[in-house]
């Protein structure tokens, strides 16, 4: 069996990325009822606990939205000018 890779938001990100999005990660993947893990960092700006959450999960969830919008063009031959 594979076993997971669990990585914070600041490592996936590369910088840190804030409390709102935190929550809207963290709320998502309880949805979803993804794993979590727990670490504890210190460093010279943060110190205490982070969520780590799937490798897979994360880039899932940060891929690109379609756009909702279709695009459609009728062209109707009575309205060509030629």
């Known amino acids: 069996m594979e076993e997971k890779k669990f990585i914070s938001l600041f490592d996936f990100l590369g910088k840190s990325a804030g409390k709102d999005l935190g929550k809207e990660v963290y709320a998502k993947a ?36 379609e756009s909702p919008v279709s695009l459609k063009i009728e062209i109707e031959e009575d309205d060509l000018p030629f």
Request: positive net charge; charged residues 35%.
């Open 30 to 65: 309880k949805e979803l009822n993804k794993p979590t893990q727990q670490k504890d960092v210190s460093n010279k700006t943060y110190s205490g606990k982070v969520t780590m959450y799937e490798h897979d999960f994360l880039v899932e969830y940060f891929k690109p939205k």
